[in-house]
């Protein structure tokens, strides 16, 4: 028996035990070409690489925004670059300031027809107050038949258009100029209108007598509720006025409102000297 030695060297393949030389499998390895490092780009975790660059170089790609500088040559403004926002600074007021106004207003109040000629004949007890107290050009228009007003350069409170207005309103409903002077003297006095038949529908002697035992015997009950309640009425055929403060104008107007429903003259008294003594004691 024969046996033969094979000696296998490293450089040389192996044999099968066929005797033909085993194959082996290898992949074909394609190389690229080595890219050129960059230090943008480079990742955090090459430490090598991260070391090659200078951090001086770092900084300045960041302030030129990785650019150079010669892309980046423009010239800038200072007075075109926002300020630092601060507390505005106004200038002081004039003493007068809040007096002062952009345009002249004007108002015109109708007058009644069957007003004209008391109108005419009160005319310097109205247009007196109007231009001392309120400082307003004041004229009477005869053909429109209306009283005009206007602001002017002497006109100090900014609501006196309004009050003249209201004041030139309540002479043409029917009360005494000394009343209605009240108007531009005090604050807290207001008009109030309301009719018969916004209480209740009354036609005929029903109305008449509605009417009656409103203003009483002479004008005794029209009285009475002028002082109990501290108001100026004006009965004008089925129209009221009432002119006084808020509270006061609805005591008389509830008083009133009684006897157009048919209550007697003396009960609307006892409500009244009931609510008179109320006020007192709160006055006091």
Not at 46 to 66: K, R
Not at 178 to 183: K, M, P, Q, V
Request: charged share 25%; with cysteine.
């Amino acid at each position: 028996m024969v046996v033969t030695h094979t000696s296998t060297h490293p450089g040389q393949p192996e044999s099968s035990a066929n005797g033909s030389p085993a194959r082996k499998n290898r992949r074909k390895i394609t190389r690229k070409a080595p890219r050129t490092a960059d230090p943008s780009t480079q990742g955090v975790g090459e430490d090598q690489e991260m070391n090659d660059v200078e951090p001086s170089n770092i900084t300045d790609q960041l302030d030129n925004g990785g650019f150079d500088d010669d892309e980046l040559a423009i010239d800038v403004d200072p007075s075109s670059l926002p300020q630092a926002t601060s507390a505005p600074a106004f200038p002081p007021l004039a003493a007068n300031a809040d007096k002062t106004r952009l345009k002249s207003e004007t108002r015109r109040i109708p007058i009644p027809p069957h007003r004209m000629t008391p109108l005419k004949k009160d005319w310097i007890n109205i247009f007196g107050p109007l231009t001392e107290i309120l400082g307003l050009q004041v004229r009477m228009n005869v053909q429109r038949k209306c009283v005009e007003a206007r602001t002017s350069k002497h006109t100090k409170d900014i609501g006196a258009l309004q009050k003249g207005a209201d004041f030139v309103k309540a002479y043409a409903l029917g009360f005494d100029v000394n009343d209605a002077i009240a108007l531009l003297r005090l604050d807290d006095l207001y008009l109030d209108s309301f009719e018969i038949k916004d209480v209740k529908t009354l036609h005929g002697d029903h109305l008449s007598r509605a009417i009656g035992r409103i203003a009483g015997q002479d004008g005794k009950t029209k009285f009475t509720i002028e002082n109990a309640s501290r108001t100026r009425i004006v009965l004008a055929g089925t129209k009221i006025h009432i002119m006084g403060s808020f509270q006061n104008i609805k005591v008389a107007r509830d008083a009133i409102v009684s006897l157009i429903l048919g209550s007697p003259p003396g009960k609307v008294y006892a409500g009244l000297r009931t609510v008179s003594s109320r006020m007192r004691q709160r006055a006091l």
